[in-house]
């Protein structure tokens, strides 16, 4: 699937300032006030941005369907001395469709997605005289997403209902912008296995005919796959900046990327950028 080219360049342009600002900070890093070295602390979470959906379902279509919409997110995160806990819930509603001369033949449809997420790290070791800590440990995710085709009348109702087991690690690196401790975190989860319900086709007869046992049907669909079948890479790049003597702001931009290799093949990658209040408490 040809992945948006815009997003990946702003995503790379974040990512190179980033290194560019580690680097001429990196003697000038001090322990005092930084995010990174508070004990214990407790926040609430509050996300607003952008999310660009890209998905193509060789199943039901050969067609790349493209959207874009405001991603919300809602959590709590707590930060021990050797430990990172954090809990989220996203939300998102767009409407994606195919571009250029498809668009008349398959108009847009409905995407619905919502993701559930624990994640907790434990403190590995520090490089670099104390200014970057590496954490390693685990993250457990349930996913969903729904899509309304109008276009298609043999697969009116397409979904993709996931559980899963991560791996996940997590760089911080604390450097000084203005005699402020900015905190520059990258965490990535690779999955190790998850448990996965994407029916075959689905009109809206199937949900509204009393004789369909629907649920035991979608839970005979249902399979445990291993990363050789369900490949899903998140990868966040985050900046944590204190803007008062307790509340953090902190703008994050992550990739998300699943394909999933069996006889109902799927792509979707996202794009989300997000500006957050961690209200401390």
């Known amino acids: 699937m040809n992945l948006n080219r815009n997003f990946i360049r702003l ?3 974040c990512l190179l300032s980033l290194v560019s600002v580690s680097g001429w900070s990196q003697e000038n890093a001090q322990d005092s006030d930084s995010v990174l070295n508070i004990p214990t602390s407790r926040y609430l979470t509050l996300g607003v941005g952008s999310m660009a959906v890209q998905l193509n379902d060789e199943h039901m279509s050969p067609l790349n369907y493209y959207g874009s919409s405001m ?4 959590g709590a995160f707590k930060r021990k001395k050797k430990t990172l806990r954090n809990l989220t819930i996203g939300l998102n509603y767009s409407t994606i469709g195919a571009r250029g001369d498809n668009r008349e033949i398959d ?3 409905q995407y619905f ?4 997420a624990y994640a907790q790290q434990y403190y590995i070791r520090s490089f670099w005289n104390g200014t970057t800590r590496w954490y390693v440990g685990g993250k457990i995710r349930s996913h969903s997403n729904v899509r309304m085709n109008p276009q298609l009348d043999g697969a009116f109702i397409t979904f993709l209902f996931t559980n899963g087991l991560f791996a996940s690690s997590v760089l911080e690196r604390e450097v000084r912008i203005s005699k ?3 905190t520059v975190s990258w965490q990535l989860d690779l999955p190790i296995i998850n448990h996965t319900i994407r029916p075959s086709y689905l009109n809206i007869y199937d949900f509204v005919n009393p004789e369909n046992d629907w649920v035991e049907e979608r839970l005979d669909d249902s399979k445990w796959r291993s990363i050789t079948s369900f490949t899903n890479v998140t990868s966040t790049i985050s900046l944590l900046y204190p803007i008062s003597t307790s509340n953090v702001l902190r703008f994050s931009y992550e990739w998300d990327f699943y394909h999933i290799d069996s006889e109902l093949k799927a792509t979707n990658a996202t794009h ?3 500006f957050s209040f961690l209200f401390h408490f």
């Not at 997605?113 to 559930?116: G, P, T, Y």
């Open 11 to 13: 995503g790379q342009l």
């Open 71 to 74: 991603y919300l997110q809602l």
């Open 107 to 109: 108009p847009r449809g």
């Open 113 to 116: 997605r919502i993701d559930l």
């Open 180 to 182: 402020k401790p900015l």
């Open 272 to 274: 989300t950028y997000l």
